[in-house]
């Protein structure tokens, strides 16, 4: 009967351990019972597998870590900088200290429908007895709600989940406020990349020009830094300018696009799908990872347009065509439209002609 009794007694008090390293860990409130500085952080951000940013009408960026990076909405690739700058900004957020209890009220008030709701998620356990983790799994470990910037600029109102009073949050030594680190516009956090391979790392390329079929080309790897050039009948091109072709290649390390098309209706985008394609660009890495870039005209009278018809010239006959920008589709996902600048993509949209030495 007292072994009994004693072992009641040990898990009792493994009992009241284990829940006082579970309040602990919480660090909402120190011994004092005051808030601690960092209630509002996430430390290790490097086991944060999702991230949940919300405005108060439902607006929504939703951000996964994958194996090879962060994507938005879980299937658009993020951009590394912006994920780098809110992580630092989860790791580093500061309680600067709590709101006066005589202005709570009309704090709330401009919370409650002036707010950014944040939701972290790590692979985190339940509990964790004497450093043993228990029942892991991917878990809601900090939802806070980051409010409008203080009358400085420098601060941020801001409001934790399970913590009663609203707050003021800062970085400290960043002179700023922080609501720009959490974007629920998934636009916001899309990588504008659409080409990042080195010329020492390209396999193949075809370029296939749809409104000018002899204007196609095909580009293979034959060594280091050189390549072989065939036509569209695949024949090939023993006299061609390398430079030109060298550095043409040499531009796909870094091609990036303009802007996220939006507000163009399902009906409209299908039409330039259907009808505006003029190239698409098949970059194979030595890999074997393919990157393919459909392009297409972006149709609208230009000033120059607008002119010939206006005068009855002739080029009022040519096709009304925007000749700064135009619209492209990466790898298939015609969900996502981007634009793109001709200028940025001057030697990519270069004819096989151009490659051609002249003829003395």
Same mark, same amino acid.
Request: some cysteine; charged content about 25%.
């Given at each position: 009967m007292k072994k009994k009794t004693i072992y009641l007694i040990l898990a009792a008090v493994l009992l009241i351990v284990s829940l006082l390293l579970?309040?602990?860990? /919480?660090?909402?409130? %120190?011994?004092?019972?005051?808030?601690?500085?960092?209630?509002?952080?996430?430390?290790? /951000?490097n086991n944060i597998t999702k991230i949940f940013i919300a405005d108060m009408n439902?607006?929504?960026? +939703?951000?996964?870590?994958?194996?090879?990076? *962060? #994507?938005?909405?879980?299937?658009v690739k993020a951009m590394p900088a912006k994920i780098n700058d809110l992580l630092s900004t989860i790791h580093n957020v500061t309680l600067e200290q709590t709101v006066a209890k005589t202005a709570q009220s009309n704090i709330n008030k401009m919370m409650s429908v002036n707010a950014i709701k944040v939701e972290i998620y790590q692979n985190a356990p339940k509990f964790t007895i004497f450093g043993i983790p228990f029942f892991k799994k991917e878990r809601n470990v900090k939802t806070y709600y980051m409010g409008p910037a203080t009358m400085n600029n420098l601060s %941020? #109102?801001?409001? +934790?989940?399970?913590?009663?009073?609203? $707050?003021?949050?800062?970085?400290?030594?960043?002179?700023?406020?922080? /609501? &720009?680190? #959490?974007?629920?516009?998934?636009?916001? *956090?899309? %990588? $504008?990349?659409l080409f990042d391979t080195k010329i020492t790392r390209i396999q193949s390329l075809l370029v296939e020009d749809f409104e000018n079929p002899e204007e196609s080309y095909y580009v293979e790897k034959s060594g280091p830094r050189f390549f072989s050039l065939y036509n569209v009948h695949n024949e090939l091109i023993a006299d061609y300018d390398t430079v030109k072709l060298l550095d043409m290649l040499a531009e796909y390390r870094d091609k990036n696009y303009e802007i996220f098309v939006t507000g163009l209706s399902e009906s409209a985008k299908d039409s330039i799908i259907r009808y505006n394609h003029f190239k698409t660009i098949t970059l194979t890495d030595v890999n074997g990872k393919k990157t393919t870039l459909?392009?297409?005209?972006? +149709?609208?009278?230009? &000033?120059?347009?607008?002119?010939a018809i206006i005068g009855g010239m002739e080029r009022a006959e040519e096709e009304p065509y925007n000749r700064d920008k135009f619209y492209a589709v990466l790898n298939g996902n015609t969900k996502n439209l981007v634009q793109c600048q001709y200028f940025h993509f001057d030697r990519q949209n270069q004819p096989l002609s151009y490659f051609l030495k002249q003829q003395q």
């Open positions: 579970i309040l602990s860990k /919480t660090g909402v409130l %120190n011994s004092k019972d005051q808030p601690k500085s960092d209630i509002f952080a996430v430390k290790d /951000t439902g607006e929504y960026s +939703l951000l996964v870590r994958h194996e090879d990076g *962060w #994507y938005v909405q879980d299937s %941020n #109102y801001a409001i +934790l989940e399970g913590f009663k009073e609203p $707050c003021i949050v800062h970085i400290p030594g960043f002179r700023g406020f922080l /609501t &720009p680190f #959490y974007s629920f516009k998934p636009v916001d *956090w899309y %990588n $504008c990349d459909d392009m297409y005209r972006k +149709l609208e009278p230009d &000033p120059y347009y607008l002119d």
